[in-house]
């Protein structure tokens, strides 16, 4: 599938620079094939970050690893430009003519497999001038210099001692200048090719080669995929978000961008689930099992901050509401974020659709099992209380931020500790294993569902609570806990409706529904049978997208472009809905 923009529709639509990646190195292309991007970004970052390597401070920065511009020497700025992208290559490819009249076309790919970024300029005509590719590279607290004639070797800091080498190459004779903090290769060829190159085990950089390699790796991807490609918009913004995904998944798991604007690509239990649920629905599971696997590592962890003392560990498991790469980590700041519960269940549920998506009942035993008992032990030991007037809730927590801090017996979190205990009942089921703590389980959940918030004949998202809020959807999805006819919820999704201008983002902002929760709303109305009204949902929240058909958190303030969290949602809805209409 390939995409297309020019100037002319980025002047009507909002545009960020193409996402390249490969889950390591994480870069914007604009649409001379670089990073000088001036124009609005939507607050995103020219630059290259690689995923998890941060600096060693209290906000756990991303590192920039500098960026790179391709203009010809002395052509001035582009008066005119077009872009195209080729998801199913991972190829993007450019033309722009300047000032002084020279068009160039580039083309360019971040390798899937190997740090290697590519880059093709070719003058197609005006005026000849020299190609440039200017490499600049002075991040805080790295010392880099020269290393032989192609190569650079740096020096980082971070509270531990990172050394490493980056090439700079081109398949063509070039001029090599040094000017204070970048590198520059000047070409007087009508076409060269330039690399940057972050591994030395990348073999020869050679295009062809290269390239092959690159649109074979990314094959393997496509043909794994569910998705039927109809033609439509629908199906083209959800193709972007399948080769998105892709691009944000980590050695460690999906942040929601490796991008300093999307919270330094640390990892969110939360955003992870609604990630995964595309990639479980697309067919992807490799990809996929990143999420369990990166919970399963940090279980210990998340047990340990429960307790650990005198040689007693805990069996009950709290894991950090920001993750880092290192277990036991918080990487969120100071706020009542920290006193959120409920992504404990999208953790335990992450585990628990990863099985129910691929029945690998020995990972099952040995992974998912560990992680459902946990998070269930800890909503049963720490956070279930009776009241005084005999009812069984959640504690005060905070729910969803803009609900406020403190809120007992919170609908969303209740109705995600209901779907944790039930998950990891039928988990213990499938092993064979603690008969009585399942059942226990089980008549905890059934206690929570009967005391669920209710004002009227319907529920709310916590006990007088004076406004409606997405939390009211969260019984039929992402927790599947209620009857698809229990009225009370039927009639809480219709207050959520009739209020959702005014509470329609995670923020109190904006006079519109974001994209995300559209997509979440049309997975519920799927589930309800609604069709017609699912589908007219997802064709909206096609239309609240960028040039490049990326998904933003709130596409009405230019929030968060290729927001992995809303793209998640938003192929598995699509996907559902393909399978609901047969």
Not at 168 to 180: C, F, G, H, Q, S
Not at 403 to 413: D, F, P, S, V
Request: with cysteine; net charge negative; hydrophobic share 40%.
């Amino acid at each position: 599938m390939k995409i297309f923009c020019n100037s002319t529709t980025a002047a009507q639509r909002r545009y960020t620079p193409v996402a390249l990646g490969n889950g390591d190195l994480s870069i914007l292309l604009d649409p001379e094939g670089g990073m000088g991007w001036k124009e609005e970004s939507c607050h995103m970052v020219p630059a290259i970050f690689r995923a998890g390597i941060r600096y060693d401070n209290h906000v756990g920065e991303l590192v920039p690893w500098g960026d790179f511009r391709t203009v010809p020497e002395k052509a001035g700025e582009p008066v005119e430009w077009e872009q195209e992208f080729d998801t199913d290559r991972a190829f993007c490819r450019s033309r722009c003519r300047y000032m002084n009249g020279t068009v160039v076309e580039t083309e360019a790919f971040c390798h899937l497999r190997c740090n290697v970024i590519a880059v093709r300029k070719r003058i197609v005509s005006g005026p000849r001038l020299p190609l440039v590719f200017d490499y600049s590279l002075c991040s805080r607290w790295m010392n880099v210099e020269a290393d032989g004639e192609d190569a650079l070797r740096y020096t980082l800091d971070v509270g531990e001692i990172r050394e490493g080498t980056i090439r700079l190459a081109a398949d063509r004779p070039v001029e090599r200048k040094k000017i204070e903090g970048s590198w520059q290769l000047l070409s007087r060829d009508v076409e060269c090719t330039f690399f940057l190159c972050f591994e030395k085990e990348a073999g020869p950089l050679e295009w062809d080669v290269l390239l092959a390699s690159h649109i074979s790796a990314w094959a393997e991807y496509w043909e794994e995929s569910r998705l039927q490609l109809t033609g439509d918009r629908m199906a083209e913004v959800a193709r972007m978000a399948e080769y998105h995904l892709r691009i944000m998944t980590t050695r460690w798991s999906i942040p929601v961008g490796i991008y300093p604007t999307h919270w330094q690509g640390k990892y969110f239990g939360f955003d992870e689930f609604f990630a995964l649920g595309g990639l479980l629905a697309s067919g992807h599971f490799s990809t996929a099992r990143h999420v369990p696997d990166f919970r399963f590592d940090g279980l210990q962890s998340a047990c340990e901050r429960v307790e650990i003392y005198f040689g007693k560990r805990s069996k009950c498991a709290r894991y950090p509401w920001v993750s880092l790469e290192k277990p036991g980590l918080e990487g969120a700041a100071n706020g009542s974020w920290l006193d959120h519960f409920f992504h404990l269940s999208h953790i335990s549920m992450s585990c628990w659709n990863y099985y129910r998506a691929t029945g690998d009942q020995k990972y099952l035993r040995e992974k998912i099992c560990p992680v459902l008992r946990a998070c269930a032990e800890f909503f049963r030991q720490f956070l279930v209380r009776e009241t005084s007037k005999g009812t069984i809730v959640i504690d005060k927590c905070t729910d969803l931020e803009r609900l406020g801090a403190g809120r007992e017996n919170a609908y969303m979190t209740t109705c995600g500790a209901i779907a944790t205990l039930r998950a990891a009942a039928d988990c213990v089921a499938v092993c064979e294993i603690e008969p009585e703590l399942a059942a226990l389980w089980r008549k905890t959940a059934d206690a929570l569902q009967r005391d669920l918030p209710k004002t009227g004949h319907r529920y709310t998202p916590y006990p007088g609570c004076p406004e409606s809020s997405i939390a009211l959807l969260s019984g039929t999805f992402p927790y599947p806990v209620l009857s698809a006819d229990d009225p009370f919820q039927l009639n809480a999704i219709d207050d959520f409706c009739v209020n959702e201008s005014v509470v329609g983002n995670m923020y109190p902002v904006g006079k519109k529904l974001c994209t995300w929760y559209l997509t979440w709303k049309a997975i519920v109305f799927i589930r309800l049978g609604r069709i017609g009204e699912a589908e007219a949902l997802l064709q909206a929240a096609a239309e609240a997208t960028g040039c490049l058909s990326e998904i933003y958190e709130i596409y009405e303030l230019g929030m968060h472009p290729w927001f992995t969290t809303a793209e998640g949602t938003y192929l598995q809805a699509v996907i559902e809905l393909q399978r609901a209409k047969g």
